[in-house]
């Protein structure tokens, strides 16, 4: 799995006091995985979804498409990716939130069924404590 990118932008809503912070991804291809990495591990309450978009730019959202990404995430205290018990995959077509809990470092996102009628996706994660 390559690296596509850490992530573009972090956007706190509140304070880092308030413990609740909002990461979008760079946009990828319909057949590109993704590894974030560097993510805020003192954030235990992890929220991870996936918009598709018709654009290259990723900003018209795509529709009737398919597709599957599977998550898995490194938590600091094992340091090896694992499988995530609350929505392990996520279909395009009926697009679902994944969450978990743990101290989280990094996540990967694999596309393991190819998207159709998408030209871009990205990744969008809330923490909160």
């Given at each position: 799995?390559?690296?596509?990118?850490t992530?573009t932008?972090?956007?706190?809503?509140g304070?880092?006091?308030?413990g609740?912070?909002l990461?979008t991804?760079t946009?990828?291809?319909?057949?590109d995985?993704?590894r974030?990495?560097g993510l805020p591990?003192?954030?235990?309450?992890?929220?991870?979804?996936i918009?598709t978009?018709?654009?290259?730019a990723?900003?018209v959202?795509?529709?009737d498409?398919t597709?599957?990404f599977?998550?898995?995430v490194k938590t600091?205290?094992?340091?090896?990716?694992?499988?995530?018990t609350d929505g392990?995959?996520?279909t395009?077509a009926?697009p679902t939130t994944?969450s978990?809990?743990?101290n989280?470092?990094?996540?990967n996102?694999?596309?393991?069924?190819?998207l159709?009628n998408?030209?871009?996706?990205?990744?969008i994660?809330?923490?909160?404590?």
């Open positions: 799995m390559a690296v596509i990118a992530y932008g972090e956007d706190r809503i304070d880092r006091g308030q609740v912070m990461l991804s946009v990828a291809g319909p057949t995985s993704m974030l990495v591990f003192w954030l235990p309450h992890v929220f991870l979804s918009k978009y018709s654009d290259a990723g900003t959202e795509a529709t498409i597709g599957v599977t998550i898995t600091v205290n094992s340091m090896a990716y694992e499988a995530i392990p995959t996520i395009a009926t994944s978990w809990d743990g989280t470092d990094g996540v996102i694999a596309v393991t069924t190819p159709t998408t030209v871009t996706w990205r990744a994660l809330t923490f909160n404590q």
